[in-house]
């Protein structure tokens, strides 16, 4: 069978995954460009995930994301990793070459990057301090990326400093760690407040800090899409401040993970966002 005839299949691995509407976006792509394919929900229990990765290529997908808990775990067992999900130290998409060697990449920050410019097209990394509450994977990918974008100064809080401490050590000079007591304090002339936790999530405590000391002029950023706005984003928004969600990085990520599974770099429309929003 041809490759132009072949039907294409990916998805989403994780666990819980059947509250991700990558599948919905995906497969709006998959309509919309005329490609023989399919994306779906892949749920994958914690002790069946290496089992479940080295079936991707016997059973002829291109591929699919990986979401939490299993990031870590998946980029154990890729046979390479880009180099930017090397210094990210996580991968959130992996694609199956034509010898069926897996390939693991990271396009979190790309898509992080992108929504920040879609939803301020003025906003720079270099602009001033810029605050990140969080230390996990998600905020590895965050921090790397805006590094790389031009950040002169990172201010991490963590829960457990100590995490945050190993996450510092990626960039000691620019990466600098607070107590979660000086949370608030390090709002004190930052240029932009980062929360890559999962508080203000649906069903999650919402995220404990106060704004006082962020200036008005201060973009604030959640990962977090589910609310689209979170307590910390309405508490912002009441204030003044520039705010984005996590939809846009939802739907930026998803681009170049499509166009290495499908053949076709897609387009993000209004269309688009509003069939995602549907779903809310």
């Known amino acids: 069978m041809s490759d132009s005839n072949q039907f294409k299949l990916a998805g989403i691995m994780g666990m819980p995954v059947f509250q991700s509407r990558s599948p919905i976006l995906h497969n709006y792509w998959i309509k919309k460009y005329n490609i023989k394919g399919a994306y779906g929900h892949f749920p994958v229990q914690i002790d069946k995930v290496e089992t479940a990765i080295r079936g991707l290529s016997a059973l002829g997908l291109s591929g699919c994301n990986i979401t939490q808990p299993h990031k870590l775990m998946a980029m154990k067992l890729m046979d390479q990793l880009s180099p930017l999900a090397q210094r990210i130290g996580a991968i959130n998409c992996i694609v199956v070459q034509a010898d069926g060697s897996l390939h693991g990449f990271n396009h979190d920050g790309f898509g992080y990057i992108q929504s920040l410019k879609d939803a301020n097209p003025a906003w720079r990394a270099d602009a001033g301090p810029i605050t990140v509450i ?8 965050v921090v790397i990326s805006l590094i790389d974008e031009g950040a002169t100064e990172i201010r991490l809080i963590n829960r457990t400093r100590a995490k945050a401490d190993e996450l510092a050590q990626a960039a000691p000079a620019i990466i600098k760690t607070y107590d979660w007591s000086q949370r608030h304090d390090a709002l004190e002339g930052a240029a932009m407040l980062v929360n890559t936790t999962n508080q203000g999530m649906y069903g999650q405590p919402a995220l404990e800090i106060q704004l006082d000391a962020l ?39 998803a681009i170049p993970a499509f166009e290495s599974w499908f053949g076709v770099k897609p387009q993000i429309t209004e269309e688009l966002r509003q069939t995602v929003l549907a779903t809310f």
Not at 134 to 141: D, E, F, N, V
Not at 224 to 251: D, F, K, S
């Open 215 to 253: 200036p008005k002029s201060a973009m604030v950023s959640d990962l977090i899409y589910i609310p689209l706005e979170t307590p910390l984003l309405a508490a912002a928004r009441a204030r003044g401040h520039v705010t984005a969600n996590g939809l846009g990085m939802l739907l930026n990520q």
């Open 134 to 141: 969080g230390a996990g994977g998600a905020a590895r990918a």
